[in-house]
């Protein structure tokens, strides 16, 4: 059986008014905003049969320009550590992600706390393409321990309202976002083969200086 906090995140995802008044209850005019936009554009969701194993995550959302694999946490503790089994699911959400070229995504459940209680983290894979490739530079990846290993904290997530954001805005803002991205990128390119240019040009010229000067010291 599904447990409360994925019945709860689902019937977000779904752009269930009830299931989005529910979760906000206890959140800011602001934030409750964000979170309704999921109304306008919501997802099909499933909960993906074999939960927990081969990839498939808790709950696989899916979308016209978008399909996300969710683990599901529900913790006490800001932060969960991966091992055994958990740390098997981390590599099989990994492994599929690359394969299949989406953004398997941990959405963790804090209990206790007031306001929005979810946060998100992506996990690292490197063949996504159209609007997850825009969205995955505005979710922070699990972070790391002193080890190097990935782990859940809580307090270094995407808050849920602030992903739904993401999620939800039209396809134009997407493109525009994009194109933005790819100025500056085109830019800073600039910029460094400019740099580059005049860091040559004064080595150039640092060069030349002694022999002028023992040209002249000759004379």
Known sequence: MASHYERELRAVLVGSPDGVRAVTRSCSASEKAKVMQVIR???????????????????????????LPIEVKTTKDKKVYLSGRTWEQYLDLQNEG????LMPIYAMRLKGVRGDS????KVETSKLTGPASVIARRVPSLPLTRNGKPH????????????????????????????????????????AEA?????????????????EWMRKFRL
């Not at 690359?98 to 070229?101: A, I």
């Open 98 to 101: 690359e394969r299949c070229g």
């Open 195 to 211: 740099r580059k240019i005049e860091d040559e040009i004064i080595v150039a010229k640092q060069q030349q200086e002694p022999e």
């Open 152 to 191: 859940l904290d809580w307090d270094q997530g995407l808050p849920l309202h602030k992903f739904l954001a993401l999620l939800c805005r039209d396809e134009e803002s997407y493109s525009q976002t994009a194109e933005i991205l790819r100025s500056k990128a085109t830019a800073w390119t600039e910029q």
């Open 41 to 67: 554009r919501p997802f099909l969701v499933v909960r993906a049969a074999g939960s927990g194993t081969a990839g498939a995550g808790d709950l696989l959302a899916v979308r016209g320009d978008i399909s």
């Open 118 to 121: 979810w946060r998100i983290f």
